[in-house]
């Protein structure tokens, strides 16, 4: 089921992530005891996932032009738009210093920049 | 927490959701992993089951934080546990348990509640700001893509090791290869894929 914004069903998505968010916090804090510690592998595994969902979301972002990848012809120009290059650098930026503020902001410089001189 | 609050305000606004339901998700939430994942979900279109499963996917290491701070929770009431419950973040859980740990008698609620409700305030008006931001930003100025670059900055802060890094280039990668996947799965299927192959490197360095 698609959910359109705005809509009133919004709320009820909304409200469902609430309610497992919480559960999720409450969780051992709840069930105080039933175990004491998790495997070590399993802590490891369990902070991976942010991670990896944060980049599934972000490389289609930059990678997929008008929902596909398409052929080998268009290939280098999908890898070499105006959003990929501009988050190829944000990365950089990222990585370097750590800052949300100037990954965002030189991001953006970035993209608005390619926009105004490729248009 | 506060940039990561007003971008997300600003794009949230911009990207056709109401302002009462960015808001309403800085309180029901009151997570900015989830609440940008949701945003980003919401706006490109994905099924409601993709966008729960997603979302609270995001925060699922929070019950290692949740079992690590149990201990200090037990003699509180049940009101109380919950309470503080909602506020479990992980800069107030870091906070807290090195607090606990060095002054054994530190008042358990006191030095939580100290923690965590100036992060709450913090996330709230930064969302609220950024809502009334976004209102007047002009569609051209391309302000969606403030959301990607709030993940790759979160991303730069994650990859601090070859595996988190090895974790996010398949996932990225599977996430890419499967755009054409029913009811935009890919995107879990490459969260698993990903999360797969950080625990197999893992094993297998572990093994050598």
Redesign the interface.
């Known amino acids: 089921?698609?959910?359109e914004?705005?809509a009133p069903?919004?709320?009820l998505?909304?409200?469902?992530?609430?309610a497992?968010?919480?559960a999720?916090?409450?969780?051992?804090?709840?069930l105080?005891g039933v175990?004491d510690?998790?495997p070590p592998?399993v802590?490891?595994?369990?902070?991976?996932?942010?991670?990896?969902?944060?980049?599934?979301?972000?490389?289609?972002?930059?990678?997929?032009v008008d929902?596909?990848?398409g052929g080998l012809d268009s290939l280098i120009a999908v890898v070499i738009n105006a959003?990929s290059v501009?988050?190829g650098i944000?990365?950089v930026?990222?990585?370097r210093t750590?800052?949300?503020?100037a990954?965002?902001g030189i991001?953006?410089a970035v993209?608005?920049g390619i926009?105004a001189i490729v248009g | 927490m506060f940039t990561i609050g007003l971008v997300a305000g600003i794009a949230a606004t911009d990207a056709g959701i109401p302002p009462l339901q960015t808001i309403g998700m800085g309180v029901l939430f009151f997570s900015p992993g989830s609440t940008v994942t949701t945003i980003e979900l919401l706006e490109s279109g994905t099924p409601a089951v993709v966008i729960v499963i997603t979302a609270l996917s995001v925060v699922i290491h929070l019950t290692i934080v949740s079992l690590s701070i149990a201990p200090y929770f037990e003699r509180l009431s049940l009101g109380w546990k919950w309470l503080l419950a909602y506020l479990l973040n992980t800069p107030n859980y870091a906070l807290s348990t090195r607090r606990y740990e060095v002054e054994p008698t530190t008042d358990v609620r006191a030095y939580y509640l100290g923690t965590g409700l100036p992060l709450w305030l913090v996330w709230q008006t930064s969302l609220g700001v950024g809502v009334l931001f976004g209102v007047g930003v002009p569609p051209q100025w391309e302000f969606d893509f403030v959301i990607p670059l709030v993940f790759i900055a979160l991303l730069g802060s994650m990859l601090k090791d070859r595996i988190t890094a090895t974790v996010a280039c398949v996932a990225g990668v599977t996430s890419v290869a499967g755009i054409g996947l029913p009811l935009n799965s890919g995107l879990i299927v490459a969260a698993l894929v990903g999360t797969t192959a950080g625990v197999l490197l893992q094993r297998g360095r572990w093994a050598t």
């Open positions: 089921m698609q959910v914004l705005g069903s919004v709320w998505l909304l409200a469902v992530i609430g497992g968010i919480f999720i916090r409450l969780s051992f804090i709840q105080r175990i510690k998790f592998q802590e490891r595994s369990l902070k991976f996932v942010p991670a990896a969902i944060f980049s599934a979301i972000v490389f289609p972002e930059l990678f997929v929902g596909s990848i959003r501009a988050g944000a990365a930026v990222a990585i750590g800052s949300i503020l990954t965002v991001g953006m993209l608005w926009r």
